[in-house]
């Protein structure tokens, strides 16, 4: 859909060329040659087409990657575009502990992550490696800690509250389509804490139109003249427009009288930047001290800026939706354990229901990985698994398999939220925010938040599954293919 845009002012950074400097930088080829890998020593893998192999990965891996660990054991390679680059998938939880303990100055995070790169920005907390990364999580982390996330857990409640008002009862909805609009209208306030109404109604079909994007999509990437045509011509049309939309707010934000007193994460950021502001910003004498003095100071640019709360909005909206969207669907086909979770929401202890209504959000992350893997390159050679890696090679710990896993799981095919109570399931076994010095920044957040949404739904419905679904792959994520149906009544 075409967007009328206001005039450019001259005072003001050409965010259109912003934008197009970012696809030419992070598109494919573009990122410079590629270092040859000799994969003669690597785990054995299918002879398909890359191609071939590059889509199964994508958009066939609830499949795929079952067929390949049957085949070919604990570890395999397959080979992805552009050039055939290896990714080695290891299966076991002592595998992914080597792959999270490992030295990061080996294990690269951001090309692994490379894909994502045209719309996230070279800044971004997921594309960084090395020193970049380190400051730039020492710079977010204060946003997502102890404090901050106590405070945000009111606003959270309150749209909550308000979004499952207006549900109609005994008439079947998407579950996801709801979850979907709740966790953005969340990102959009707690993250960017836009409150207009006129900004809020511009930002939320850019941003749905950024998720909503197909794994052709994402292939199409790696082929920068794609860029010119069709969905790839529209998917940059949107990040254009996402980018105008953004960077005006940043800059609106910067010139806010109220800027130190508010409290959501871009504000936040921007203010760590300002005389004073740190010691207001961190409560917390720990964090305090893992920052320095210079670090502090540092203010992040506006693209800076762009790239971080881009990244936060993809990687804590359709995540959190889908998450919850499977376990209102899994509550409902169990009469008996949606009561004893209408329980845990109800409890006049609130800690001791919290802990159930996490360990039902935790099992559904199981159950139903939203990521199929956390992958690393290697920067020089390395041992994983007994398996000796060149330099340049991809490794991949498979959330999907480690989640089904019998020896971790007994009943891996169940929905058993009492997993999570009392024992913890073995060590790397539950891998959904990743692990080691990259595990993801906002994991708290995202509990925090599925738990406040689960105790808003559960104490004004019941809630009955409708149908039967099953995943589907959408961009890099799984979602439920029916958009886990559901049926609500007023609890009596």
């Known amino acids: 859909m075409a967007t009328v845009q206001d005039p450019p002012n001259p005072a003001e950074p050409d965010t259109s060329e912003l934008t197009a400097q970012r696809f030419r930088r992070m598109s494919g080829r573009g990122r410079g040659p590629r270092v040859p890998v000799d994969t003669s020593g690597l785990p054995p893998g299918p002879r398909l087409p890359v191609l071939v192999q590059s889509a199964a990965v994508l958009r066939f891996r609830h499949q795929f990657q079952p067929w390949l660990h049957r085949r070919y054991g604990d570890a395999f390679t397959v080979r992805l575009v552009p050039g055939g680059r290896p990714l080695v998938f290891f299966t076991r939880p002592e595998q992914a502990r080597e792959i999270f303990a490992a030295d990061p100055a080996t294990f690269h995070a951001g090309k692994g992550n490379a894909i994502l790169g045209p719309v996230m920005g070279e800044h971004s907390l997921l594309l960084q490696d090395g020193a970049e990364h380190q400051r730039a999580r ?15 857990r009111g606003l959270v409640a309150d749209l909550a509250r308000d979004e499952v008002a207006h549900w109609a009862t005994g ?16 990102i959009l306030r707690v993250v960017f804490g836009v409150t207009d109404a006129d900004r809020l109604a511009a930002l939320r079909p850019r941003v749905n139109a950024t998720v909503d994007i197909s794994p052709a999509i994402l ?28 960077y005006a707010e940043i800059r609106e ?9 508010r409290t959501d994460v871009l504000s936040r950021l921007i203010g760590q930047g300002e005389e004073g502001a740190p010691e207001e910003r961190l409560s917390d004498t720990e964090l305090r001290q893992q920052l320095s003095d210079t670090e502090l100071r540092q203010q992040l640019s506006d693209t800076e800026l762009r790239d971080q709360l881009v990244t936060l909005l993809l ?8 998450a919850l969207a499977w376990a209102l669907y899994e ?3 169990d009469r008996a354990l ?5 329980e845990a929401a109800d409890a006049a202890d609130e800690a001791e229901g919290d802990a159930w209504l996490e360990a039902v959000l935790k099992e559904s992350m199981r159950l139903h990985p939203v990521i199929p893997m956390v992958v690393r390159t290697l920067m020089s050679p390395a041992t994983i698994g007994g398996w000796e890696l060149p330099a340049g090679t991809s490794v991949g710990a498979s959330i999907l398999l480690a989640h089904r896993s019998p020896e971790s799981y007994p009943e891996p095919a169940a929905f058993r939220p009492e997993r999570f109570l009392g024992s913890s399931p073995p060590p790397n076994s539950w891998i959904p925010f990743g692990g080691g010095v990259r595990r993801c920044l906002g994991a708290g957040f995202a509990q925090m938040e599925g ?7 559960l104490t004004a419905y019941d809630v009955a599954a409708v149908g039967a679904d099953r995943p589907k792959v959408r961009n890099i994520t799984s979602v439920p293919r029916e958009g886990a149906r559901i049926r609500v009544t007023a609890r009596g």
């Open 253 to 261: 934000r910067r010139r806010a009288p109220d800027l130190a007193a």
């Open 315 to 322: 990687a804590g909206h359709e995540t959190t939706a889908t």
């Open 219 to 246: 292939l199409g990437w790696g082929y920068p003249r794609l860029q010119r045509f069709g969905p790839w011509k529209r998917t940059v049309d949107n990040q254009r427009e996402l980018d105008r939309l953004m």
């Open 451 to 457: 738990v406040a949404v689960l105790r808003e739904v």
């Open 331 to 333: 509550l409902g086909r």
């Open 138 to 152: 020492k710079l977010l982390m204060p946003a997502f800690h102890g404090q901050a996330l106590r405070g945000y």
């Open 338 to 342: 949606l009561r004893r979770t209408q």
């Open 171 to 186: 008439v079947p909805f998407r579950s996801l389509d709801r979850m979907n609009a709740l966790t953005l209208e969340v």
